[in-house]
């Protein structure tokens, strides 16, 4: 069974800097999308980004320009660097891998941003 685990999560100030990784149980280089989504007490899953096997990345609006997303293949991670985080950044934060065979979620880990 496909498993992802999170870490990296944490209590920062704003402004500060956090990385998240995500390991797979398995290897991710047949799983087409991995990607890093979020969400706040009370509000909806959003995606922050997402990385295909052929290195397409799309990120958030609000994440753009301080959050990149890698993936490493033959470590089967996918990291998200999150720089001048923001209060309105604290979220659990869930890793994801798709494809036509798999949708799978990690436990999330939390990320917590303080003004």
């Known amino acids: 069974q496909v498993r992802l685990e999170e870490s990296g999560g944490g209590l920062v100030q704003a402004g500060g800097s956090l990385k998240l990784s995500c390991a797979a149980s398995?290897?991710?280089?047949?799983?087409?999308?991995m990607g890093w989504y979020r969400q706040a007490p009370g509000k909806q899953r959003e995606l922050v980004a997402v990385i295909t096997s052929g290195g397409s990345i799309e990120y958030a609006e609000f994440v753009k320009g301080r959050f990149t997303i890698s993936r490493d293949n033959a470590k089967n991670t996918v990291n998200l660097q999150m720089n001048s985080l923001k209060p309105e950044d604290t979220a659990v934060y869930l890793c994801n891998g798709r494809d036509n065979w798999i949708n799978r979620w990690g436990q999330g880990t939390q990320v917590t941003v303080s003004s």
């Open positions: 398995v290897s991710i280089f047949g799983i087409n999308t």
